[in-house]
Every structure is written in C-alpha cells, then in structure tokens.
C-alpha cells in the first residue's frame, strides 16, 4: 500500500513559477514510477509528466520545457516544478504511483493522491 500526499498548489500570475511535491509512505517508493496529472473542469484527466525508476522522464507536448518532474528517493517525494505558467495550466494536479512501468494512461496507475489545485491568472 502507498499512501500520496500532494502539496505546493495555489494561485500565480500567468509567467510564474510553482513547485509541487507528493510525499509518498511506504519504504518501496523507488520501486515505483510516478506520473503526474491534471484535470480541468469539463474535461479529462490528462498525463502531465512522468519519470521511471531509473530517473528517466516523459513530458506531455504542451508542458514540455515549462516543467520538469524529479524524485527524491531519501525523502519518498516525487516534484514538479512549473516554470512559465499559463492559465490554461490551471487545473487540480494529482501524483499516481504505477508499480512496473512509466504510462501516460491513468487506469493503469495503482495509487492516487488527493489532488492540489493550481490556478493561473491572466
């Protein structure tokens, strides 16, 4: 069982920058790869970003060279850090945790967070 705690959301200004970190229980985080998610009222959840066990990263097209994820095996935290943020990034972000391989499907992840909202004004 691996329990997701999500942190760092909250409001900034269009070119801004937030870092989001999920803290994760359990001794068997680096056996996990670990995405990224966001949803927006009216639409799915889509893929932000993802990195392997390895430390290997994936990037959604439209985050890609905005955002870079990272993890932190000492500390069982996984972040996010956004850099030129746009409003169309405004959406709740939530970190799932996949026991074998990266994906970008959500129905394959095994462990949700709660979620943090992040909102980017004009």
């Known amino acids: 069982q691996v329990q997701l705690v999500e942190s760092g959301g909250g409001l900034v200004q269009a070119g801004g920058s937030l870092r989001l970190s999920c803290a994760a229980s359990g001794r068997t985080f680096s056996s996990y790869a670990m995405g990224w998610f966001r949803q927006a009222p009216g639409k799915e959840r889509e893929f932000v970003a993802g990195?392997?066990?390895?430390?290997?990263?994936t990037y959604a097209d439209s985050v890609q060279g905005r955002f870079t994820i990272s993890r932190d095996s000492a500390k069982n935290t996984v972040y996010l850090q956004m850099n030129s943020l746009k409003p169309e990034d405004t959406a709740v972000y939530t970190c799932?945790?996949?026991?074998?391989?990266?994906?970008?499907?959500?129905?394959?992840?095994?462990?949700w967070g709660q979620g943090t909202q992040v909102t980017v004004s004009s």
């Open positions: 799932a945790a996949e026991q074998f391989l990266l994906t970008t499907i959500p129905s394959q992840y095994d462990y």
């Open positions: 990195i392997r066990r390895s430390g290997g990263a």
